[in-house]
Nanobody, 124 residues
Framework: QGQLVESGGGLVQAGGSLRLSCAAS????????MGWFRQAPGKEREFVAA????????SYADSVKGRFTISRDNAKTTVYLQMNSLKPEDTAVYYC?????????????????WGQGTQVTVSS
């Protein structure tokens, strides 16, 4: 069974930065595409960013484009989400997910493995 564990969340002032990490274990995720999703209180889970198995393709939600960057390391055991110029509306629980489709995938229903989430709070 594969496991994903997020870390790096916390409290930051508006305009600040955070780097989220997602450590994969229990199976090989090198052929999986990876994604970040978030869910704010009272709202539905939404797509944030995704990266293909090779790292060659990436996709971002319009709300984070130009501020967030998704990446994965060469060993493909860790995925990162660099978040800059954070806004209060970025406050949410951020989840890492893995899809065996391999290509960039925006649909949460196509992700088969999920982490437990990490809280990001941006104060104004």
């Amino acid at each position: 069974q594969g496991q994903l564990v997020e870390s790096g969340g916390g409290l930051v002032q508006a305009g600040g930065s955070l780097r989220l990490s997602c450590a994969a274990s229990g199976r090989t995720f090198s052929s999986y595409s990876m994604g970040w999703f978030r869910q704010a209180p009272g709202k539905e889970r939404e797509f944030v960013a995704a990266i293909s198995w090779s790292g060659a393709s990436r996709s971002y939600a319009d709300s984070v484009k130009g501020r967030f960057t998704i990446s994965r390391d060469n060993a493909k055991t860790t995925v990162y989400l660099q978040m800059n110029s954070l806004k209060p509306e970025d406050t949410a629980v951020y989840y890492c997910a893995a899809s065996d489709r391999g290509l960039v995938t925006l649909n949460a229903n196509l992700y088969h493995y999920w982490g437990q989430g990490t809280q990001v709070t941006v104060s104004s």
